[in-house]
Every structure is written in C-alpha cells, then in structure tokens.
C-alpha cells in the first residue's frame, strides 16, 4: 500500500512538472521505476497506458483554458501516434540487458537537455507564418519514437522544436504538445499490448500513476501560467541526469573511483545549472520590471511633454512684423502657424526618451 502511494505521488509530481514545463512527465515517471528496478518495456508500457488518462484529462484543462492549437495538434499527432507505435515495437523485441542501458541513455541525453536549456534566460520571439505539415510531420514520427523506446520523450523533443519556430505562443505550444500526446500515449500502449502482451503492463503501477496524473492535470494547466520553469526544468533535469547515470555505470561494470569522480562531476554540473538557471530567472524579471516601470510613466511623460511643446509655442513664437519683436501667437496650435525651430525639435527627444529608456532595460 505504501509503494502505491508513494508512485500516486510520483504521478502527481511529474503531472504537475509536465504541466508546467510541457515535457518531463514520461521522463519523471520512467526514471523513477527503473530505479525502482522494474524491466524497460514494461516501465515504458506501464507509463504510456497511464498517460492516455492523464493526457486526456490534461487536454480537456488545456482546451477550457485556451492553450490548444487544433490544427497544430491534427498535423503533429498522427505522426507521432506511427513513431509510437514502432518504438514500443522495437523495445519490446530486445532483451532487457540491452533495452536497459539504451532507455538510460535516451533519458540521460534529454535530462542533460533540460539541464543546458533551462541555465540560460527563455526567450520566445514571435515569427510570421503558420507551422506547415513538412515541419510537424517529421517531428512528430521522431518525437513519438522517442518517447516510446525511452518511456519519455514526447515533450522534451516536440516542445523546444515548436518554441524556437516562434510561430506559437508558450502556452498553447505546451497546451498543443500535452494534448496530442493522449494519441501518442494510446498508439504506443497498442504497440507494447501487441509485443508484450497484458503482463507487459504492471497494472497497480499504471492506476498509482493515474490517479495522481489526474488528480494533478487540472492544477498544471493552471499552473503553466505562473510557475518559473526556468528554475524547475534545471532541478528536474539534474534528477533525470543522477539517476540514469547510475544505470549506465551498471552497464559499463565501472568500479573503483570512477562512479563516485563521474557523479562529483555530474553533481557539479546541475549546480553550475542551478545557479545560471536562477540568475537568468533574476536578470529577467528585473529587464522585466524596468520595462513595465518606464512604460507606466510614459503616458505622463508624453502629458508633459505635449504641455512642454505647447507653452512654448504660444511663449517663444514671434510675429516678424510686429514693433517689440515679441508679440505671442495666440493661436500657435494651429497646424498652418510655423513654430520656431527649437520648439520643433523638442518634440522628438521627449518622445524618443521613452524608448531609449525601454531599450537599456532589456539589454541590461
């Protein structure tokens, strides 16, 4: 009863970092049974058969909250469904000695990702143009091989993908993502039924998992919004990076100082990440709050600066004519009054103020 609890607490966490972050739930969940020992195939199948619960749940969250992009998920799920398929084909024929160290070097490759992309500042610039089919397509079929054959995968390789083509807001490519993977999820749970059969699925685990995945899916839509992913995807990369490592020294038979030297090393690592990562997440919001300041002010000072440009013209301008050489120009507003040339210029400085002051914020 214990161990049950403790995976419903497993599919809970790794719902809530999938949701937040749009990859990892899969990463998170297989990770932590095959540290707990259970077989690759049956890791990965146990994992894809509670995902088609939570990945439903997640979509229905993300679609009432407008993060899904239904075009985008019709042209990216189909693919990975027949990625999918094959992956889950293709680990249940091998023996487990070979699957096991091939599974942890697939998780280990993305959790080191998750490491090197969450140390540097999150950017997300917009470009013109929709996704077109001969982008989603291919990296559907990879993305969906991926997941199947390494128990996770589907987000650390569809999400960055979709995120650096700038097409997409975040939200609705992590809302996309999470909500197409429900076909991926049940395309690979066919695959595994069909290769290992029904012992293939460890059926107490995939309820454990389900129930904290559903429990946990409604939270993470909401969640998407508001949790820093900078500082979650390092620490949830470090943890996918330590544990496989274990798995790939196994599979190497290194002894002696070798696994404690390469854990130093990796242990080094994730807090050389972690230290990026919540600098980045500083230096951000710092570059994000000069910039909301200055643009709070700008309203005002444009309202001086128009009251400026006024009093100067009704004050400065002059009537050649006129016997002192200084007669005020009562109606100096009017578009057809030339305005002295200083008074024109001032205009312009005042307004690019504003501007100067947005940029400096952003670049420091």
Same mark, same amino acid.
């Given at each position: ?18 949701g ?6 899969? $990463? ?37 909250f ?5 075009? =985008?998920?019709a042209?990216?799920?189909?693919? *990975?469904? $027949? ?5 889950? &084909? ?13 599974? @942890? ?35 559907g079929?990879? @993305? ?14 569809a ?15 992590? #809302?996309s ?26 059926l107490?685990t ?13 939270i ?12 979650? #995807?390092?620490v949830i *990369? ?21 696994? *404690?030297?390469?854990?130093a090393?990796? *242990?080094?690592g ?5 230290? $990026? ?8 919001r710092?570059?994000r709050? &000069?910039?909301?300041?200055? $643009?709070a ?5 444009a309202? =001086?600066?128009d ?35 200083g008074?024109?210029?001032a ?7 504003p ?10």
């Open positions: 009863m214990r161990k049950l609890l403790v995976l419903a607490l497993v599919g809970l966490a790794a719902q809530l970092v999938d937040a972050l749009g990859m990892a739930y899969g $990463l998170t969940s297989s990770t932590l049974l095959l540290f707990a020992g259970v077989a690759p195939a049956a890791a990965s199948a146990s994992v894809h058969l509670a995902e088609i619960g939570t990945t439903l749940a997640a979509g229905v969250a993300h679609w009432r407008g993060n899904v992009d239904w075009k =985008v998920v042209r990216i799920a189909l693919p *990975g469904a $027949l990625g999918a398929f094959a992956g889950a &084909t293709f680990l249940s024929s091998i023996s487990t000695e070979s699957a096991a160290p091939w599974m @942890a070097a697939i998780l280990f490759t993305l959790g080191a990702y998750l490491l090197v992309r969450f140390s540097r500042p999150l950017r997300a610039a917009r470009a013109a143009g929709r996704l077109r089919s001969r982008f989603l397509a291919p990296l079929l990879v @993305a969906g091989f991926v997941d199947a054959t390494g128990g996770g995968g589907w987000g650390p390789v999400t960055p993908a979709l995120l650096v083509s700038g097409r997409m807001e975040p939200r609705k490519v992590i #809302g993502v999470d909500t197409s993977e429900f076909v991926v999820a049940g395309a690979a749970s066919l695959g595994f039924l069909i290769g290992l059969g029904s012992d293939g699925f460890l107490p995939v309820a454990a998992l389900l129930v904290g995945g559903l429990i946990a899916a409604p993470a839509a909401w969640l998407v919004r508001i949790v820093p992913a900078q500082v979650l #995807g390092a *990369g470090g943890v996918i990076v330590l544990t496989n490592a274990r798995t790939l020294l196994r599979a190497g038979d290194l002894g002696g100082p070798v696994p *404690g030297l390469v854990y090393v990796l *242990g080094a994730w807090l050389a990440a972690m230290v $990026l990562a919540v600098r980045a997440l500083r230096r951000v710092r570059a709050a &000069t910039v909301e300041v200055a $643009l002010a700008t309203p005002a000072d309202a =001086v600066s009251a400026a440009v006024s009093d100067a013209a009704v004050s400065d301008a002059v009537v050649p004519g006129s016997a002192e050489g200084t007669a005020p120009i009562v109606e100096a507003a009017d578009p057809a009054v030339e305005v002295a040339p008074v024109a210029a205009a312009p400085a005042v307004e690019a103020e501007s100067r002051r947005l940029a400096a914020a952003v670049e420091g």
